[in-house]
């Protein structure tokens, strides 16, 4: 069955780094664009970092933009969301998510997403 598994979360004081990892199964990988989405309590899911399945175009909303970047690796069915400089309102859940898109191929809109994983807990507290 379909499956995505985030891994990496945790606890990191504010200006640290983490490493997201997503991996994936169950479907065809390198045909969908993979997003990080995250949600704090009492808030809305954010889309964070999109990349789309083929020419590795990437979006970034201006919240996270120059401090978090996503990569995927098609062979091993892995993405991953590098988390640099981080404050304390990154704390939320992040997910992972799989979509089949066309045009256009990359997309922020959770709405657009068909497969999701369990999340993973960031925090960033001193």
């Known amino acids: 069955q379909v499956q995505l598994v985030e891994s990496g979360g945790g606890l990191v004081q504010p200006g640290g780094s983490l490493r997201l990892s997503c991996a994936a199964s169950?479907?065809?990988?390198?045909?969908?664009?993979i997003g990080w989405f995250r949600q704090a309590p009492g808030k809305g899911r954010e889309g964070v970092a999109t990349?789309?399945?083929?020419?590795?175009?990437?979006i970034y909303p201006h919240s996270v933009r120059g401090r978090f970047s996503i990569s995927r690796d098609n062979a091993k069915n892995t993405a991953w969301l590098q988390m640099n400089s981080l404050k304390p309102e990154d704390t939320a859940v992040y997910f992972c998510?799989?979509?089949?898109?066309?045009?256009?191929?990359?997309?922020?809109?959770?709405?657009?997403?068909?497969?999701w994983g369990q999340g993973t807990q960031v925090t960033v507290d001193s």
């Open positions: 990349i789309s399945s083929k020419d590795g175009s990437v």
């Open positions: 169950g479907f065809a990988f390198e045909e969908y664009a």
């Open positions: 998510a799989a979509a089949r898109l066309i045009l256009p191929s990359a997309s922020l809109w959770h709405g657009d997403y068909t497969y």
